[in-house]
């Protein structure tokens, strides 16, 4: 028999987020700010941007 007393051991998982990819469409636009957003993680990781 299942004990009433204690906290669910088995909690609903949480409602899924929107993706940005369904709600955002990938335009040109979009992608080139997106690029520009992760100029300093590419920096970081030693990557080369092309000149």
Not at 12 to 22: D, E, G, L
Not at 31 to 48: E, F, S, T
Request: net charge negative; glycine share 2%; with cysteine.
């Amino acid at each position: 028999m299942e004990r009433t007393d204690q906290p669910d051991q088995h909690p609903t998982p949480a409602q899924p987020q929107p993706s940005q990819i369904i709600t955002e469409p990938a335009t040109p636009a979009a992608c080139q700010q997106d690029y520009a957003q992760a100029a300093d993680i590419r920096q970081r990781l030693g990557w080369k941007d092309s000149a």
